[in-house]
């Protein structure tokens, strides 16, 4: 049976190739539509600039003409300018009965009766479709009872319309003038107007003498090219897509595993290291107590917590560290002052469950009056029952609890009065508003007037100018930690501080 991992692999490898699948007859239908509308304009485009070359060419060829078959009118209807690629045939016949056309042989007289142009000289008929051949336009020309015609040429409808694929379109022309009713040009695979599964284009036209419509249609051989490219492409492309995911869920998994694995290696060479950083009493300048911050130490390397905490939390390995913490800081707190207390960082499930309750019994409930706890904001607490009650008995064995990073999450004060907590934290970010217009410190100042009035005791951290110790002294907030006195520190250098008999200076940051 394959582990979970790989399925999820699999699964991204086919999640593509199966949304296209289901796709396929969408996408067929929108890219057949696609192309019906991309030939219809191809056609109208070439339809206006022969219109445009031909109405030219035809008033200008017919004032030349002296309509008598003779070398300069012979010369005359082949001049490439006049008899060009729209054109088949062009012939004349005189008043008198006399013939001739550019390929010598002329129509005869019964095949040229053409239904007259409104407001024009020009008359037009269709050439007679005999078995399986196409009708082609003719236009006509009367001048003093002398007559020029044009055959047009039809084959560019078979030209036009057999790309991108072989009889894929069908296209039926008509003039809506009911005199020109039955001249209908018709191109393509007439089939195509029985198929069920038919798109069509239509597109009139009211800009010339005679009003006109064309309709182009396309059915299943259409689908298929359409199906056959999008196959040929959207699969590989699909399944291309497929495993750039899968790689990608597997490059990143085995990151994390590989981040997880080093974790697990530092926990049992005992690589996390305790730094404390001193939280300062800002009108006498003593240190007061500690918040105890992890590093990590591989090596000669310290690594930053925010390369690894994440994972650390996500993947429960946090709880085997917390409790390698908080043996160090029961060998540690025998060093401090008797009165100076040490605060360790939870997470949720921390109070969710029984393990810091049996961390501490197994270590015969050690330092109650120092050792306190602090637990983020951040996170939710999803299970307040649990955690109350945890938090309720480690009360009882005399430890205290705060809650970090306030007024930045979800808990609030709702959680100093569900979880009984007396004391906060107030986060760097609303520290960071003070001497500023920043509208977040109007969020600090009533964050806190509402802990005084509450008597809950206030610790403002990430505090960095005396300036920000002078304003929070003038609102009561004396509970000081930040780079203005100490930074981070291992336990050998807080013995050298607390050692010496003078106060913290919030002059230099240690």
């Known amino acids: 049976m394959l582990r979970t991992p790989k399925k999820i692999v699999i699964v991204l490898i086919l999640l593509p190739v199966m949304v296209f699948s289901l796709l396929l007859p969408l996408l067929e239908r929108q890219y057949s539509l696609f192309l019906l509308n991309h030939k219809m304009d191809e056609v109208s485009r070439y339809l206006a600039e022969r219109g445009r070359v031909l109405n030219h060419m035809m008033i200008e060829q017919a004032d030349q003409l002296q309509f008598d078959c003779s070398e ?27 013939s001739c056309s550019t390929v010598g042989v002329s129509l005869v007289a019964d095949e040229l009766e053409g239904v007259r142009i409104p407001a024009t000289g020009f008359y037009m008929a269709t050439t007679p479709a005999y078995e ?100 040929m492409w959207g699969l590989p492309l699909s399944l291309l897509a497929g495993l750039v995911m899968g790689f990608g869920y597997f490059m990143v998994r085995h990151y994390r595993n590989s981040i997880e694995g080093l974790i697990e290696m530092a926990i049992r060479d005992d690589e ?54 908080i043996q160090q800081v029961v060998e540690d707190i025998p060093k401090l002052q008797p009165e100076q207390w040490v605060s360790i960082n939870l997470v949720a499930e921390h109070v969710e469950t029984v393990a810091l309750h049996d961390t501490l019994n197994a270590l015969n409930w050690p330092y109650a009056h120092q050792i306190q706890f602090e ?49 906060i934290k107030i986060d760097k970010m609303f520290i960071d508003t003070i001497d500023t217009t920043d509208i977040k410190r109007n969020i600090l100042e009533s964050i806190i007037a509402s802990a005084h009035k509450a008597n809950v005791e206030v610790i403002a951290e990430g505090v960095e100018t005396t300036s920000q110790v002078a304003y929070l002294a003038q609102r009561g907030v004396y509970l000081i930690q930040g780079f203005v ?26």
Not at 73 to 96: E, F, Q, S, W
Not at 147 to 164: A, D, H, M, N, S
Request: glycine share 6%; aromatic share 12%.
């Open 72 to 98: 300069d009118d012979m010369h005359l209807m082949r001049a490439p300018k006049y008899y060009n690629h729209y054109v088949r045939l062009i012939g004349v016949i005189t008043a008198n009965g006399k």
């Open 132 to 231: 399986h051949s196409e009708s082609e336009l003719l236009v006509m020309y009367k001048k003093g009872g002398n007559l020029i015609y044009w055959v047009l040429y039809g084959g560019w409808g078979r030209e036009l319309l057999k790309t991108p694929c072989d009889d894929c379109f069908y296209m039926t022309f008509r003039f809506m003038d009911s005199a020109f009713e039955h001249m209908r040009i018709e191109r393509g695979d007439p089939a195509i107007a029985t198929q069920s599964n038919r798109i069509i284009a239509t597109m009139s036209n009211h800009d010339t003498q005679l009003n006109s419509e064309m309709t182009l249609s396309a059915a299943e051989q259409l689908h298929a090219y359409v199906r056959h490219r999008l196959v």
């Open 272 to 325: 996390f290291v305790p730094f404390y950083q001193p939280v300062v009493d800002s009108r006498t300048g003593h240190i007061v107590g500690f918040e105890v911050l992890l590093r990590w130490q591989r090596g000669h390397e310290w690594i930053a917590p925010s390369q690894f905490i994440h994972v650390a939390e996500s993947s429960g390995l946090i709880m085997k560290i917390t409790q390698q913490l």
């Open 375 to 423: 637990i983020t904001e951040r996170e939710p607490i999803k299970n307040l029952l649990m955690a109350d009650d945890m938090i309720q008995r480690l009360i009882q064995r005399g430890y205290h609890f705060k809650i970090d990073d306030f007024g930045t999450g979800y808990g609030g004060f709702s959680y100093l009065q569900q979880l009984q907590i007396d004391s």
């Open 485 to 510: 006195y100490y930074r981070p520190m291992p336990i050998a250098q807080v013995l050298h501080y607390i050692q010496r008999p003078e106060s913290a200076d919030p002059e230099r940051s240690a």
